[in-house]
């Protein structure tokens, strides 16, 4: 099979993980060019990850008959028209999430992707992180008897970038960065069943200074089969990220800590170089994670979206599945506004985003 040949838009923080994690499933795919706004930026990823073309645009890099597949990897408010722009051109799409700010935009992605033809690929690590995989093969064996209740939390003390505390750029707070993981995983856990209802308590408790985003929220998922997910998010955790699952069913149940588990306790009281993204210190008590990007999954995933590319695997997470969590994202964001669950199918139009309906009650009351 010939390597897949991406196009990476974006040259920081994602942008590095996915070009690492290309090269740690070399045999498969290949990163032939990034495009990034500020020149010197773009220069500098290409330099480091030995990358052949640099641009500024992202319809240059489109242009780039050698670019098979773009991985998006830029702010989420400019997810939509990216994508429609490299359906256009030709191009597969893999989206990190959230998919994009509205309902509408979802739809028109995931039409122009089929119209052109193209894959439009959806980036939830999670589906690949080994740990995680591992619980939910044990539960399709049957370990854990019906599985009624699945938790995931993901914590740290807030995102790296500014546009994510500016709602207008992100769409919503901790919710929209981080329970769109746990939504996504509970979903994929019990096997994609349908979402009946969400129900999201949220608040902003520390950031007020920062954001008009929520900072710290519970979401519980109420599922087709009768299954509950419960999603943890919060910026408000200091000691690095911490990313867990907790499984129950009626004959058993399993636990996975996704960073800690897979960490050194470590004491040191000089500090060294790196412990986990987001750890604030490396001194006194820490723990310094190993075979981090694998443990998260990343190149497990860029391996399945370049053999889906080639045909050779079906894609188990696309625009639809970007679509499921957007759809429980508006209905967390609504549910908090209007302080009652919300059922779904829950496809409200003419919002701007997400957490307008928590901002808002009133245009929650107006499209429930
Ligand atoms: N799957 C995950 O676990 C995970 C982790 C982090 C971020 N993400 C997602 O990845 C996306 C990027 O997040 P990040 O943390 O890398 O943000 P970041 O701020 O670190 O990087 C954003 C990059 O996008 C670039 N950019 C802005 N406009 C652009 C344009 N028009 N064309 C090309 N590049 C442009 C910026 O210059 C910057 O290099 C977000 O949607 C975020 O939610 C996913």
Redesign the pocket.
């Given at each position: 099979m010939s390597k897949v040949r991406i196009g990476i838009?974006?040259?920081?923080?994602?942008?590095?993980?996915i070009a690492a994690a290309v090269k740690a499933v070399a045999e498969e795919a290949e990163v032939v060019a990034v495009?990034?706004?500020?020149k010197a930026?773009a220069a500098d990823?290409a330099t480091r990850h030995g990358i052949a073309r640099a641009y500024t645009?992202?319809r240059e890099l489109l242009r780039d008959p050698a670019v098979e597949l773009v991985w998006?990897?830029?702010?989420?408010r400019?997810?939509a028209q990216?994508t429609i722009d490299a359906a256009q051109a030709g191009k597969h799409v893999v989206?990190?999430?959230?998919l994009c700010l509205t309902i509408e935009e979802a739809d028109a992605m995931i039409d122009a992707c089929r119209q052109a033809g193209v894959l439009l690929l959806y980036?939830?690590?999670l589906f690949f992180a080994p740990k995680y995989v591992k619980a939910k093969q044990l539960a399709d064996e049957g370990a854990f008897g019906r599985v009624h209740l699945v938790k995931q939390g993901e914590k740290h003390s807030g995102?790296?970038?500014?546009?994510?505390w500016d709602v207008e750029q992100?769409g919503g707070g901790a919710v929209m960065?981080l329970a769109?993981?746990g939504i996504a995983f509970c979903w994929w856990f019990l096997g994609k069943p349908t979402i009946t209802s969400v129900y999201s308590q949220m608040a902003t408790q520390v950031h007020h200074d920062r954001t008009q985003g929520d900072d710290e929220a519970i979401t519980l998922i109420e599922f087709g089969n009768g299954a509950t997910g419960m999603v943890e998010s919060s910026w408000n955790r200091p000691g690095g990220m911490d990313d867990c699952i907790e499984v129950f069913g009626n004959k058993g149940q399993t636990y996975a800590d996704l960073l800690m588990g897979n960490a050194l306790p470590t004491y040191s009281e000089v500090g060294f170089g790196y412990a986990v993204e987001k750890a604030a210190t490396t001194r006194g008590w820490t723990y310094p994670v190993f075979e981090e990007h694998w443990n998260?999954g990343?190149p497990q995933e860029v391996r399945h979206f370049a053999r889906c590319v080639r045909g050779k695997e079906t894609p188990i997470s696309d625009g639809e599945t970007g679509r499921v969590v957007l759809e429980a994202l508006y209905a967390a964001y609504a549910s908090a506004g209007l302080g009652r669950k919300v059922v779904l199918p829950f496809r409200p139009k003419g919002i701007g985003k997400p957490i307008d309906l928590w901002k808002a009650p009133e245009r929650a009351k107006a499209v429930v």
């Open positions: 838009l974006g040259s920081r923080f994602q942008a590095d993980c495009a990034s706004p500020t930026h990823f645009d992202h998006i990897t830029v702010p989420n400019l997810h990216i989206c990190e999430k959230p980036a939830e690590e995102p790296h970038s500014e546009w994510f992100s960065d769109c993981h998260y990343f």
